[in-house]
T-cell receptor, first 108, second 115 residues
Framework: AQRVTQPEKLLSVFKGAPVELKCNYS??????LFWYVQYSRQRLQLLLR??SRESIKGFTADLNKGETSFHLKKPFAQEEDSAMYYC??????????FGTGTRLTVIP | EPEVTQTPSHQVTQMGQEVILRCVPI?????FYWYRQILGQKVEFLVS????????KSEIFDDQFSVERPDGSNFTLKIRSTKLEDSAMYFC?????????????FGSGTQLSVL
C-alpha cells in the first residue's frame, strides 16, 4: 500500500529564510510525485512534478529514491508563499494519493 | 486559464437526506474525479470517471455514493443518505488525459455540512 508522510503540520519561517517542506513516501512501484499548493480561499493547484525537474515560483523538489523523499525547497521564502502544501503520489491506478499537508507561514 | 466550477460552495443538509454536488469540468477534458477532505485530514480520492463509467473508486466510495455525467457538461456526486461523517470539503477535478504528463485541475470545492 502507498503512503505519503508530511511530518510537519505547521511550519513558520521568516521572510528571506530558506524553507524546506518534508515529504516521504512508501510505494512498491515506480513513484511519480507532485507538490500541490492551496493558497487562502483558493483551489488546490499543481505546483510542480518531479518528472519535469522544474522550478516554479523559486521552489524545487528532488526525488531521492534512496531516502524515499521528495522534499520541497526554496532558498528565500516570500510572504506570498504562505499556503497549505500537499505532497502527492500518483498510484498505479492513476489517482493521486495525498499527504496530510503542511501549512507554511512566512513571517514578514 | 480554464477552471473547474463547483456548485454550491456550501451545502447544509440533515442526516439521512440525499445531496447532489455539482461540477462543471473543463470542456475538453475527458477524465473526471471526486476527492474529499474531512476537516483537519488529508485530501482523499473517492472516484474517477471516464467514458461514462467509473474507472476507479476507493473504499470510501460505497453504495451510498454515485456519480453521473447527465448532460455532457455536468459531473455530479450524489450521496444517497448522508451521515454525519460525510461532512467534508468535496473537490471535483478533471484532466485531459491520465498519467503524469497531464495536469489535474481542481475546483474550489463544496463544503458539505451534515447536521
Amino acid at each position: 500500500a502507498q503512503r505519503v508522510t508530511q511530518p510537519e503540520k505547521l511550519l513558520s519561517v521568516f521572510k528571506g529564510a530558506p524553507v524546506e517542506l518534508k515529504c516521504n513516501y512508501s510505494y512498491s512501484g515506480s513513484p511519480e510525485l507532485f507538490w500541490y499548493v492551496q493558497y487562502s480561499r483558493q483551489r488546490l493547484q499543481l505546483l510542480l512534478r518531479h518528472i519535469s525537474r522544474e522550478s516554479i515560483k523559486g521552489f524545487t523538489a528532488d526525488l531521492n529514491k534512496g531516502e524515499t523523499s521528495f522534499h520541497l525547497k526554496k532558498p528565500f521564502a516570500q510572504e506570498e508563499d504562505s499556503a497549505m502544501y500537499y505532497c502527492a503520489l500518483l498510484t498505479g491506478a492513476n489517482n493521486l494519493f495525498f499527504g496530510t499537508g503542511t501549512r507554511l507561514t512566512v513571517i514578514p | 486559464e480554464p477552471e473547474v466550477t463547483q456548485t454550491p460552495s456550501h451545502q447544509v443538509t440533515q442526516m439521512g437526506q440525499e445531496v447532489i454536488l455539482r461540477c462543471v469540468p473543463i470542456s475538453n477534458h475527458l477524465y473526471f474525479y471526486w476527492y474529499r477532505q474531512i476537516l483537519g485530514q488529508k485530501v482523499e480520492f473517492l472516484v474517477s470517471f471516464y467514458n461514462n463509467e467509473i474507472s476507479e473508486k476507493s473504499e470510501i466510495f460505497d453504495d451510498q455514493f454515485s456519480v453521473e455525467r447527465p448532460d455532457g457538461s455536468n459531473f455530479t456526486l450524489k450521496i444517497r443518505s448522508t451521515k454525519l461523517e460525510d461532512s467534508a470539503m468535496y473537490f471535483c477535478a478533471s484532466s485531459a488525459d491520465r498519467g503524469t504528463n497531464e495536469k489535474l485541475f481542481f475546483g474550489s470545492g463544496t463544503q458539505l455540512s451534515v447536521l
